[in-house]
């Protein structure tokens, strides 16, 4: 399809896939980010240039529809071009969590709309999209996209490989990393703004407590407010994390009068640069805003 001297087009939806993109395609080219980190791709409305760089890419790597509807829509008829990475082999899906206050009620449960519409998610039903957030999924995935692009681009195929072979290695170490930073805090619980990180708390053995939403479209009831806030009390909830994708005022509002603390955690990197760096610091910045509210800083 390709040359040794000409690059495919290849484009990824959010910025932890692009960077792991951008890792493998090192010294080839550089992937189109389709989605700025600043945009949930829950809620997100492509323009016609970004339907063009889907519909025109030698290869199109997202998540899958859990996370993106919209583009597993557009992409419905080039399956030989797209590479939703959520089912890449050996990828581990966990179910959405349900029961206490990872469960939805009422409207809280009924209200909104699930991925399927496009909207906000309850994961209780389907699978959990935030899959990129385990760097052992991450290992997985490379070793795809370095598969895809070597088909899709045979001249540039060793290169690909090599690179595929040094991102694994690094994101092996930063697992290593990660969970050492944070194997003191294991036990200290927490609640998070919508259940995006389960992923993470599975790999590094953290003690999330709940989430202050069921769907990211859908504000919590009164009711839903009470019990997060009994919660907090009652399980000496140490931080309520807000996300920069949407409005603090709720975790602002619901720690209010109690110990804890609000703090921000960011699955998509939304202040970072995109590129080969990007999902690294995710990570660690992840870990460096879990550890330092619950450590009080």
Not at 237 to 250: A, I, N, T, W
């Amino acid at each position: 399809m390709t040359s040794a001297s000409a690059a495919p087009k290849v484009v990824a939806t959010i910025l932890p896939i692009h960077s792991l993109v951008a890792s493998v395609m090192a010294g080839v080219g550089e992937p189109t980010l389709l989605v700025p980190p600043q945009v949930s791709p829950h809620r997100v409305v492509l323009r016609p240039s970004q339907v063009k760089a889907l519909t025109s890419a030698d290869v199109a790597f997202w998540v899958g529809k859990g996370l993106e509807p919209k583009i597993g829509k557009i992409l419905s008829n080039s399956r030989d071009r797209s590479v939703p990475l959520m089912h890449a082999p050996g990828v581990t899906k966990l179910k959405g969590r349900s029961g206490g206050i990872w469960e939805g009620e009422g409207e809280d449960a009924h209200g909104g709309h699930g991925h399927g519409h496009g909207h906000g998610h309850d994961h209780g039903a389907e699978t959990d999209p935030h899959v990129w957030l385990d760097p052992a999924n991450a290992r997985a995935m490379a070793k795809v996209i370095a598969r895809k692009l070597s088909k899709a681009d045979p001249a540039n195929r060793e290169r690909y490989k090599a690179n595929g072979a040094k991102l694994v290695q690094q994101l092996t170490a930063l697992e290593a990393q990660v969970s050492q930073s944070l194997k003191p805090l294991r036990k200290r619980p927490f609640i998070v703004f919508h259940d995006a990180y389960q992923y993470f708390e599975r790999r590094f053995k953290l003690s999330a407590a709940g989430s202050l939403l069921v769907h990211t479209g859908h504000a919590p009831s009164a009711k839903r407010m009470f019990k997060i806030r009994k919660k907090i009390l009652g399980s000496n909830v140490v931080c309520v994390f807000r996300e920069p994708q949407f409005d603090g005022k709720l975790a602002e509002s619901v720690v209010r009068g109690t110990p804890a603390r609000v703090a921000t955690l960011d699955p998509l990197g939304s202040g970072l640069k995109p590129g080969t760096a990007a999902y690294g610091k995710l990570i660690r910045n992840l870990a460096s805003a879990i550890s330092n509210c619950l450590k009080g800083k």
